[in-house]
């Protein structure tokens, strides 16, 4: 399975301080158009944010409006049947889909990579290996001078202060998308912390940002600050993204080709659930997000705008995943999503 690597300009941009996204205008002119309520993950509002905006030149009677509350409470307002399609990161477990009265389709839309951003005075090319990425944000690591990092950047003149870590305040896929890397690479990490959306931080004293946008700016005006978030939202904000070191010994920077070649040997099974932990490529922390719709809706306008939106999103709209660092879902994928979605959603 091959993930595009053409990279086109950037032509959306977000805010650190941007929690919520309202996505589309309202459409006042267009009659009997059907609205279509979303809520959940930050990590692709960037994307979603294009999509609402290009997906109206073709369907003009379609609005859709959503909120980037985080996974966790997207997973959370779709089981309890408040918006129309969820949106999460992380996708939902066989646990989660059994309390979804309505029945569940899981729906891949973009992939891409999770950012190690810093604030250290004075460094502007850092390494982290894989022992001292975990070391850091379980809390084993506490000082920017420690020996370990000093070993992963030497002439480097790491200054004697305090890290700061920088973790979410709300349920996430991007945390879980972290820790499962972080689990994936360290049996002290996956013993005291583990892979989760909202887990128990063991680090001392660690700052708590809302969202990818919160984490950002936390992670921009604390000295000593480190953090993760979605690529786009490093490179919006000019933040400072550590090279990783992957499972081939290679530190790699975040960028969309290295999430490509992360991503390329990626299997879907039936029902479009995956967990990338430890990629044997390119760079390490990767994952893939998903929007969550109902199989039943209450009327068959509301179902047939789910499938008109669906489809669009996998068609259409892929072209966009490029102009923003997200990848592609494979068109092979994506038709089986489409055929999977059109026959099931009602």
């Known amino acids: 399975m091959i993930f595009s690597t053409n990279v086109l300009n950037r032509v959306a941009a977000t805010t650190v301080m941007a929690t919520t996204v309202a996505l589309g205008p309202v459409f006042t002119a267009v009659a009997q158009a059907e609205t279509l ?3 959940g993950a930050t990590f ?4 979603y944010v294009q999509y609402a905006r290009e997906v109206k030149k073709k369907n003009p009677d379609l609005a859709i409006n959503y909120q980037a509350i985080g996974s966790g409470g997207g997973i959370s307002q779709f089981t309890a049947g408040t ?3 969820g949106a999460s990161d992380a996708a939902m477990t066989d646990t989660e889909i059994a309390k979804v009265k309505n029945g569940v389709v899981l729906v891949p839309t973009a992939g891409g990579a999770v950012s190690v951003v810093y604030n250290v005075p ?7 290996s894989r022992k001292t990425l975990p070391g850091i944000f379980s809390g084993q690591i506490t000082k920017w001078n420690d020996p370990q990092i000093q070993a992963d950047n030497p002439g480097v003149n790491l200054p004697n202060i305090p890290i700061k870590a920088v973790v979410r305040a709300d349920g996430s896929g991007t945390t879980f998308i972290f820790t499962n890397h972080l689990s994936a690479i360290s049996p002290y990490f996956k013993g005291r912390i583990g892979t989760s959306k909202s887990p128990s931080w063991t680090i001392p004293n660690a700052l708590k940002g809302k969202g990818n946008p919160g984490v950002a700016n936390l992670v921009a005006r604390t000295q000593g600050a480190i953090g993760y978030v979605e690529y786009q939202y490093a490179q919006t904000n000019k933040l400072k993204s550590a090279q990783l070191q992957n499972k081939q010994g290679q530190f790699v920077s975040p960028s969309l080709e290295s999430a490509n070649q992360a991503l390329s040997t990626v299997s879907f099974p039936d029902n479009f659930r995956v967990f990338v932990g430890d990629p044997d490529q390119g760079y390490p922390i990767v994952g893939l ?3 969550m719709v109902y199989k039943n809706y209450p009327n068959a306008a509301k179902g047939s705008a789910v499938k008109k939106w669906v ?3 996998l068609t259409d709209g ?3 995943n490029d102009q923003l660092n997200y990848t592609r879902i494979p068109s092979s994928v994506a038709n089986q999503v489409i055929q999977t979605v059109n026959s099931t959603v009602k």
């Open 37 to 39: 309520n979303g809520a």
């Open 44 to 47: 692709p509002a960037p994307l």
């Open 83 to 85: 918006v129309d399609f």
């Open 122 to 128: 004075g460094v502007s090319d850092l390494k982290l």
């Open 289 to 291: 997000t998903w929007i």
């Open 311 to 313: 489809n669009w999103i």
């Open 318 to 320: 892929q072209q966009y």
